[in-house]
């Protein structure tokens, strides 16, 4: 059973960046396509990035296309999500999901039901 642990969240003012980290633990972490989500007060959850086990493809949501990259080091069991240029409507708390795949170049998402793993989350608040 894998389980997931998001960290890096914080307050932060516009226009600067942040960096959170996705660590696995309990599975094959190079097994599972993951992904970002993230929800704001009252909104429901927001697809933001999701990566291939291989790494070779990633997608993004169209509010942080060009601002946020998503990586990923296997060896590590960690996700990364550089957020760049962020924008006081980017605070939410911020999820991992991950799924195992078969083909190593499988993206998931955006559809939240892809995954059957879920970190605790992370807040990440932007001032203006």
Excluded: H
Aim: with cysteine; net charge positive; charged share 15%.
């Amino acid at each position: 059973q894998v389980q997931l642990v998001e960290s890096g969240g914080g307050l932060v003012q516009a226009g600067k960046s942040l960096r959170l980290a996705c660590t696995a633990s309990g599975g094959t972490f190079s097994n599972y396509a993951v992904a970002w989500f993230r929800q704001a007060p009252g909104m429901g959850r927001e697809f933001v990035t999701g990566i291939s086990r291989s790494a070779v493809r990633s997608s993004y949501g169209d509010s942080v296309k060009g601002r946020f990259t998503v990586s990923r080091d296997n060896a590590k069991n960690t996700v990364y999500l550089e957020m760049n240029n962020l924008r006081p409507e980017d605070t939410a708390v911020y999820y991992c999901a991950g799924a195992a795949t078969f083909n190593a170049n499988t993206l998931l998402g955006p559809d939240e039901r892809d995954f059957n793993y879920w970190g605790q989350g992370t807040q990440v608040t932007v001032s203006s």
